[in-house]
């Protein structure tokens, strides 16, 4: 089978060429670079460093192409807080040039990801896919735009699609070409930012007054191998004239101090931190409930907190 992989430069879209082109599927990567790496491209993996906002890229990215993992997109709540309209147009129009270009060329399979920053401040702990999409930032609401044009591109073209909602993906995967990991910047995720806190430079802890039992805000982690593990076995139940939302996290929260403690433990030294104000746009707490993944793509996820940490760390030294 031959797999589009758009946005198989990144932290996640790598990790997917690599799992998946392990496992014998020919792959194509569709890459602007603004935010993957080029160097991350194996060899023997054709890759066109194109945009989704450009349809001739698209289209010579598709050639022969079966089926399209989409990863491509701006994925930084902060940033979107502060720049709404670079979101919409790279997030829900460039998926839907995507769209356009897959339908002109009868390409009608496609897993997408999507996102928990759908639900906004869910009404209810654990999240299932039934919950109201309320976005409390722009980013949310684009992937949220984007799951209900897939869902119409589904009613109407018949195509086969899934959208896989994260939850907090984390941790890193170990090649022959060495970590692929998180590499942002600047980086904003939580995880790399406590493990490369110093007493000069702390971790900032966006808020201590939240709603929950220590004050800082409650996510579900992960890990990238999982998570990938899940896409895979979402391409192979893939069914015509549907579209499925699946949550993807562990089913777990841990609370931004609960991190800390865990990465000091794996450090061995008391991570420095400094407790500053809430971030624009984060709600207080995001849990998955992931009886759907479990049940129709028969996936659990396998690697904990302590190995999403431990990874990282290694993948920083
Ligand atoms: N966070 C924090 N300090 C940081 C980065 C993140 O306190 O340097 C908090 C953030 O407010 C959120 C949680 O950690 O509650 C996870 O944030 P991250 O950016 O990793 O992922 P998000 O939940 O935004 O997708």
């Known amino acids: ?34 935010t993957g ?24 990215a598709l050639a022969d192409v079966d089926v399209v993992m989409h990863f491509a997109g701006k994925s930084l709540v902060g940033e979107s807080v502060e720049k709404p309209d670079l979101y919409k147009r790279v997030n829900v129009d460039g998926t839907r040039n995507l769209l356009d270009e897959m339908s002109k060329v009868g390409v ?22 039934s919950a109201i999409g309320a976005p409390t930032n722009p980013y949310g609401s684009t992937k949220l735009v984007i799951d209900q044009m ?41 995880i790399p930012n406590v493990l490369r806190s110093t007493a000069i430079d702390p971790v900032k802890i966006f808020g201590n007054d939240w709603p929950t039992p220590d004050g800082t805000c409650i996510r579900d982690y992960v890990h990238v191998i999982d998570l990938i593990e899940a896409h895979i076995k979402a ?9 499925e939302i699946y949550n993807l996290g562990s089913g777990d929260g841990f609370s931004v101090r609960q991190i800390v403690d865990a990465a000091s433990k794996a450090t061995g030294y008391a991570i420095p931190t400094l407790d500053s104000a809430r971030r624009d746009g984060d709600p207080a707490i995001l849990i998955a409930d992931i009886t759907k993944a479990r049940k129709h793509l028969d996936w659990r996820p396998t ?3 302590d190995v999403m940490i431990s990874d990282t760390l290694e993948s920083i030294r």
């Open 150 to 190: 897939i869902g119409e591109e589904s009613r109407r073209r018949g195509i086969a699609a899934a959208s896989l909602r994260y939850f907090n993906v984390a941790g890193a995967m170990h090649c022959e070409r060495g970590w692929l990991a998180e590499r942002h910047d600047p980086e904003t995720h939580l």
């Open 303 to 305: 690697r904990g907190i």
């Open 1 to 34: 089978m031959h797999v589009l992989i758009t946005g198989g430069t990144g932290y996640i879209g790598s990790t997917a060429v690599e799992i998946m082109r392990n496992q014998g599927y020919e792959i194509t990567i569709l890459d602007d670079c603004s």
């Open 37 to 60: 790496h080029a160097d991350s491209v194996p060899q023997g993996v054709r890759f066109v460093q194109g945009s989704l906002l450009n349809p001739v890229e698209i289209c010579d």
């Open 235 to 243: 391409l192979e139940t893939l069914t015509d004239n549907h579209h």
């Open 108 to 129: 009608k399979k496609m897993v997408f990801s999507s996102s928990a920053a759908t639900y906004g401040q869910p009404q209810e702990i654990p999240i299932k896919e």
